[in-house]
């Protein structure tokens, strides 16, 4: 093997080789709890793994086609003084980085270590120079590889729910956050039904600034318009209810039911402007403002504002309530299409 790629106090990266690094890479690949969170199945065989290593190798197609082996310098103690790979790093997609770490390596800042030294080697490359950004993906539920693309430097962008599927407990991938009632889950296309059920009802527009929509098409049109990638200020949820079932039904048949939509949360405007809407038949049920579980799970996009807008109408009782679980500080009434509302913010 050649040299190191990139070296630093505790570690040492280098490119994949099937000769030395194959058990490792097994070790590592085969783990149920270190391929939690990635696109692929545990490799059930090492024959598995050497048709998938033998896979990550450049081509003229796919020049950037790579992995590098993360290996950690063996310490002064130690019996065997060659170092010991300990997880992988490199692009599954062009300028797309995926990394992994033996579970008994999690949580000592080893991974932060390679991905800020791999970083530094990709921008290095004179190859490299044609590219003005990388991109990584990480599961909202990985908390841990969340953090690891923060200390890195990287920025919360579009989230690509049907592309990075998970290769294992695929049920629970994409819903943002959850509590023994509710789900939040970024709205998409899949939520148009309930979403027409919603905002067709007279009775649960009576309070929006909004008219009913009188057609699926409609709300369509109406929809697309909260995702993300149209306006990235927007950030959008849908709030889904958990299904119940009888206690005599198996612990499958949650899984083989999908929960329903009943409302939408999110920011809209520049992203200091909060709207939600729950369809009428959930009102006076606890499922917002009585449910103090329902606030962690706007957490997410809650905590990175220092100042939230609302609007409410001056006749909703209900939903000033709502807003005073939030500490709110009324402020000037502002009229708007024909109803009078009042604003309220925290800080």
């Known amino acids: 093997m050649g040299k190191y790629a990139a070296e630093s106090s505790r570690l040492l990266l280098q490119s994949v080789d099937i000769d030395e690094h194959f058990q490792a890479y097994h070790e590592i690949q085969s783990d149920s709890r270190a391929m939690e969170w990635s696109t692929k199945k545990p490799s059930a065989t090492p024959e598995e793994t050497l048709a998938l290593m033998r896979e990550q190798v450049p081509t003229p197609e796919k020049p950037w086609n790579q992995r590098w ?90 989230y690509k729910k049907d592309f990075y599927e998970r290769g294992v407990n695929i049920d629970k991938m994409g819903f943002d956050a959850e509590t023994p009632r509710l789900w939040l889950e970024r709205v998409s296309e899949k939520h148009l039904q309930d979403f027409h059920e919603i905002w067709s009802s007279e009775e649960t527009m009576i309070w929006s600034l909004r008219a009913p929509m009188k057609t699926l098409t409609d709300s369509q049109t109406w929809l697309q318009q909260s995702f993300t990638a149209v306006n990235p200020h927007i950030d959008k949820y849908a709030i889904l209810l958990r299904p119940s079932f009888p206690s005599s039904l198996s612990p499958e048949a949650e899984t ?9 949360i999110g920011t809209i405007g520049i992203g200091t402007e ?3 809407m729950l369809h009428h038949s959930y009102w006076i049920k606890g499922f917002l403002h009585m449910n103090p579980a329902f606030w962690t799970l706007l957490a997410p996009f809650l905590k990175i504002l220092t100042r939230l807008t609302i609007g409410v109408v ?34």
């Not at 082996?69 to 065997?80: H, K, N, V, Y």
């Not at 490299?128 to 990480?138: E, F, G, H, S, T």
């Open 69 to 158: 082996a993360i290996l950690l310098r063996p310490g002064e103690d130690a019996t065997e003084q060659k170092p010991k790979m300990i997880g992988l790093i490199g692009f599954p997609r062009e300028a797309d980085i995926g990394y992994k770490i033996h579970p008994d390596f999690w949580g000592k800042g080893y991974m932060s270590e390679a991905l800020a030294l791999f970083i530094e080697l990709f921008w290095k490359l004179d190859a490299n120079k044609k590219y003005n950004r990388l991109i990584a993906a990480a599961d909202p539920e990985n908390k841990a590889s969340t953090r690891v693309l923060e200390i890195a430097g990287f920025q919360k962008g579009e």
């Open 256 to 264: 083989e039911t999908p929960p329903k939509m009943i409302g939408l």
């Open 274 to 276: 909060m709207v939600y």
């Open 314 to 347: 001056l006749d909703t009782v209900a939903g000033i309530a709502f807003f005073a679980k939030l500490v709110v500080v009324p402020r000037e009434a502002m009229p708007n299409a024909g109803k009078e509302s009042t604003g309220v913010a925290f800080n």
